[in-house]
């Protein structure tokens, strides 16, 4: 059988990025999940990053419930388990595992969970076999992923214009779909799931501190991170044009109109 291609994580894990995912709960990115959530659940967070969401999950399954916490980076991971102790959870385990080849059992989970992850996957839809499998008969795999091409903004900056072209560009070039959100339906029932119910969700940037935020990180982003790396090694653009478009963004967020949303896609699927 023909190994899975590697995960290449577009962003980075740079203090950039990690602010941007510091910021992510069950309230704001798996409300659509929340129901699921009960007393005593097994679940698995695969690709949990600073462990943000797992702690909510943690808790919302209680001391009687538990989280196995599942990164490809274990840096990421100690970073997590420090955040989760800090919270007073006792409830999480943390594992290095590869969303290809999950090292659990058959069933071994009541819920599923993956935020942001199969835009990152080159085989997504192998990558929802693996979750299927390792999900009880009576359980849930629960995915959300961001649709790139959904995001819109205003007023409307050149500099964001050519960001979207170049992020997009790059994310295909490590193998990921930067527009997963619309495909993740599609992808479930190839993977094998009869019983699919597909939801969106949005987030919205236009208080002035939202805009000085969001603008902010994208903007330190786009010159300090794994994209900007690649940006330049690749030939895609030079340090000066990153230098502009990260001027784009803080003129964006400077506005005292400015807004910015995007559209998430979301699955919860059943054997």
């Known amino acids: 059988m023909t190994a899975p291609k590697p ?27 929340r129901d ?30 538990r989280v ?30 590869d969303v290809h080849r999950l090292p659990y059992a058959d069933g071994e989970f009541d819920v599923v969970h993956a935020h942001q992850v199969l835009q990152h996957v080159a085989d997504p839809v192998g990558a929802l076999r693996e979750l299927r499998r390792v999900v009880a008969e009576d359980g849930v795999v629960a ?17 964001l214009d050519r960001w979207l072209e170049l992020y997009r560009r790059i994310a295909r070039r490590n193998g990921g779909e930067p527009d997963a959100g619309r ?13 699919v119910t597909a939801t969106s969700s949005t987030w919205t940037y236009a208080t002035p501190g939202q805009r000085a935020w969001w603008g902010g990180m994208w903007a330190d982003r786009i010159t300090d991170s794994a994209i900007a790396r690649t940006a330049v090694a690749e030939g895609y653009a030079d340090e000066a044009e990153l230098a502009r478009i990260a001027a ?3 003129e964006w967020a400077a506005a005292d109109d400015g807004w910015f949303a995007m ?9």
Do not use: K
């Open 7 to 33: 995960v290449v994580y577009t962003h980075g894990h740079q203090e950039s990025v990690l602010r941007s995912h510091r910021s992510r709960t069950v309230e704001n990115s798996a409300g659509y999940l």
């Open 36 to 65: 699921r959530l009960e007393p005593g659940r097994s679940v698995l967070d695969i690709g949990c990053g600073p462990g943000t969401i797992t702690a909510d999950l943690a808790e919302l399954v209680g001391p009687g419930g």
């Open 68 to 97: 196995v916490a599942a990164d490809a980076s274990a840096e990421v991971l100690d970073a997590a388990a420090a955040y989760v102790a800090g919270r007073g959870l006792s409830n999480v385990v943390f594992e290095v595992a």
């Open 143 to 159: 995915v959300r992923d961001v649709d790139y091409a959904t995001m819109a903004w205003y007023p409307q900056t050149p500099g």
């Open 183 to 195: 495909r993740l339906l599609s992808w479930a029932r190839a993977a094998g799931f009869t019983d």
């Open 248 to 250: 784009g963004w803080r």
């Open 263 to 271: 559209v998430h896609g979301e699955v919860l699927a059943r054997r």
